[in-house]
């Protein structure tokens, strides 16, 4: 069974690779809502739990990412954001994020790569216009 998320698995069930997926749901879910409510410290700490249950949780790591990012931590939002497209290369939003990281950083070519990554897996998504808008900026 496949969720939401992309990821797939039993609740509850902790496998021979050790992932245990309730423990990971359960943090992934503390971690989103204090996002949200801009508890940007205690949403890594709930993160990095939810990646030491599900090291291969890309909605964790793309999580975490953000986090850090509006945490004004870039390189660690790069490291998560990086280890999202690696476990999955179709990620639209760790591509858009990725790039904004890159843009942020003055780091124009890879911000333009991972923009265009972003465009062409959703040309049409809800971020394209405004990503397209910057990638001519950066050309």
């Given amino acids: 069974e496949t969720g939401e998320t992309g990821e797939t698995g039993e609740t ?5 690779t050790g992932v ?16 949200e409510s801009g508890r940007f410290r205690g949403a890594i700490s709930d993160f990095k739990r939810a990646i030491i249950a599900n090291p291969e949780g890309v909605v964790a790591h793309i999580g975490i990412a953000q986090a850090y990012y ?3 931590n870039l390189a660690l939002a790069v490291q998560h954001g990086k ?13 858009l994020l990725l790039g904004t990281v890159y843009q942020e ?12 990554r972003y465009l062409d897996l959703k ?3 809800e971020f394209a216009a405004d990503v397209r808008a910057v990638l001519r900026m950066l050309q």
């Fill in 20 to 35: 245990d997926l309730e423990l990971y749901a359960r943090e992934l879910a503390r971690a989103q809502k204090k996002y």
């Fill in 70 to 72: 509006d945490a004004s």
């Fill in 83 to 95: 280890t999202a497209v690696e476990l999955d290369p179709k990620q639209a939003r760790a591509w």
């Fill in 123 to 125: 040309p049409d998504g």
């Fill in 12 to 16: 509850g069930e902790t496998g021979e």
């Fill in 105 to 116: 950083q003055g780091k124009k070519k890879p911000a333009a790569e991972a923009y265009q």
